[in-house]
């Protein structure tokens, strides 16, 4: 069963920083591109990062460039976002998703919530 | 970047009626990479539909994809009490894979 658990939200201050964490099992991690997606409260949803299962490759949002990492550890089976200079705007709901080439985004995680507020 | 319109904003039905949910792209959308999501309140978003007509797994049959070039449709053919929810399309043949802002489908 593919699973997929996103750890390390919370609540964060202005200009902070935050890791977010994604453990995945359930298959073979390194064979699929995994993004992160995220959804402001009561609004729609937003991708925002992506990377290719060797890591080689990886896209932002123009509203995370600059600030945003996204990385894997393909040994650990587990997928990162490092956020920094955290900004009021950020505050949502991330989600760990699972891209597979000819049905998009079957796998989802729980997501973890980020509030970044003083 | 390609820009997804959904509409209605909310459709207000009853149980047992038909919902039709539009999606209209600002540019052509290959068909193969166009995708209906359900959302709960509190939960994930759930995929329905890919490649713009093919049912997930363990989707029910009510639900129904439709269209192509830049017109895609949802079509739910009898609206059960658990059907009402938020639905987003998506195209996610390449980044980024954008959504359209969703239809809320309420109880009338």
């Known amino acids: 069963e593919v699973q997929l658990l996103e750890s390390g939200g919370g609540l964060v201050q202005p200009g902070g920083s935050l890791r977010l964490s994604c453990s995945a099992s359930?298959?073979?991690?390194?064979?699929?591109?995994m993004h992160w997606v995220r959804q402001a409260p009561g609004k729609g949803l937003e991708h925002v990062s992506a990377?290719?299962?060797?890591?080689?490759?990886?896209y932002y949002a123009d509203s995370v460039k600059g600030r945003f990492t996204i990385s894997r550890d393909n040994s650990k089976n587990t997928l990162y976002f490092q956020m920094s200079s955290l900004k009021a705007e950020d505050t949502a709901v991330y989600y760990c998703v699972r891209l597979d080439t000819l049905t998009g985004y079957l796998y989802w995680g729980q997501g973890t919530l980020v509030t970044v507020s003083s | 970047e390609i820009v997804l319109t959904q509409s209605p904003g909310t459709l207000s039905l009853s149980p047992g009626e038909r919902a039709t949910l539009s999606c209209r792209a600002s540019?052509?959308?290959?068909?193969?990479?166009l995708a209906w999501y359900q959302q709960k309140p509190g939960q994930a978003p759930r995929l329905l539909i890919y490649?713009?007509?093919s049912r997930a797994t363990g989707i029910p049959d009510r639900f129904s994809g439709s269209g192509s070039g830049t017109d895609f449709t949802l079509t739910i053919s009898g609206l059960e009490p658990e059907d009402f929810a938020v639905y987003f399309c998506?195209?996610?043949?390449?980044?980024?894979?954008?959504f359209g802002q969703g239809t809320k489908v309420e109880i009338k």
């Open positions: 359930g298959f073979t991690f390194s064979n699929y591109a």
């Open positions: 998506q195209h996610y043949g390449s980044s980024p894979r954008t």
């Open positions: 540019q052509s959308v290959s068909s193969s990479y």
């Open positions: 990377i290719t299962g060797s890591g080689g490759s990886t």
């Open positions: 490649g713009a007509s």
